[in-house]
């Protein structure tokens, strides 16, 4: 089956402990993302990626990193430094990067920092 | 990016067509209007998008305006696995910016 996994569905982490989220596809996909939502928001853009080897910050890309050394990776670190880290972490590909390409979202993982 | 205005929730019985509006009176030329839908704590899923045209998929229809102002997404057939939080996104960058959404509830 081609999709977006993402594992593990709940991880839970003592405050100060970097975590690292996993998001991999198997939809030959260029453009990877990486959105967090908290409860009854929308999504935010933490980090995307348009191309092995190349990344971009979002707009809350603070206290994250990210790395892309394949093509269907793409690993989210949450760092000690990110001040509020518990909320539901979503992944998502595209063909291509840009509006004209609808992106594809993984399951999530739900992350609680105490 | 655009802004949206959706009604917060609607009702729709099962088996009737569901009509959902967005009103993106701020659009811009190169903006895409994006339609996904969110089933709790599950990623987003797409439904379909365009520009200018109407357009047509498995899944619903988009109607947009002719002067790109508002669209409405419309699901034919409802059924109870549609009920969901459905999200209108006008796009022109990398980033979806979900907003509030409508709440659809698909009733017997």
């Known amino acids: 089956d081609g999709g977006i996994t993402q594992s593990p569905k709940y991880l839970f982490r003592k405050e100060g402990q970097n975590v690292t989220l996993s998001c991999e596809q198997n939809?030959?996909?260029?453009?990877m993302y990486w959105y967090r939502q908290d409860p009854g928001q929308g999504l935010r853009l933490i980090y995307y990626?348009?191309?092995?080897?190349?990344?971009q910050k979002g707009d809350i890309a603070e206290g994250y990193s990210v790395s892309r050394e394949k093509k269907e990776s793409f690993p989210l670190t949450v760092t000690s430094a990110q001040k509020n880290p518990t909320a539901f972490y979503l992944c998502?590909?595209?063909?291509?990067?840009?509006?004209?390409?609808?992106?594809?979202f993984g399951p999530g993982t739900r992350l609680t920092v105490t | 990016d655009a802004k949206t205005t959706q009604p917060p929730s609607m009702d729709c019985a099962e088996g009737r067509a569901a009509n959902l509006p967005c009103n993106h009176s701020?659009?811009?030329?190169?903006?895409?209007v994006y339609w996904y839908r969110q089933i709790h704590s599950q990623g987003p899923q797409y439904i379909i998008h365009?520009?200018?045209n109407n357009e047509t998929n498995e899944m619903a229809s988009l109607i947009i305006t002719e002067d790109r102002k508002s669209s409405t997404l419309i699901l034919p057939h409802a059924t109870l696995r549609d009920t969901a939080v459905y999200y209108c996104?006008?796009?022109?960058?990398?980033?979806?910016?979900f907003g509030k959404g409508t709440s659809l509830l698909v009733t017997p």
């Open positions: 701020t659009i811009s030329g190169n903006e895409y």
């Open positions: 365009g520009l200018k």
């Open positions: 939809l030959n996909h260029d453009a």
């Open positions: 998502a590909s595209s063909i291509g990067s840009g509006p004209l390409y609808e992106q594809y």
């Open positions: 990626s348009q191309i092995v080897n190349d990344f």
């Open positions: 996104i006008p796009n022109s960058g990398y980033a979806l910016n």
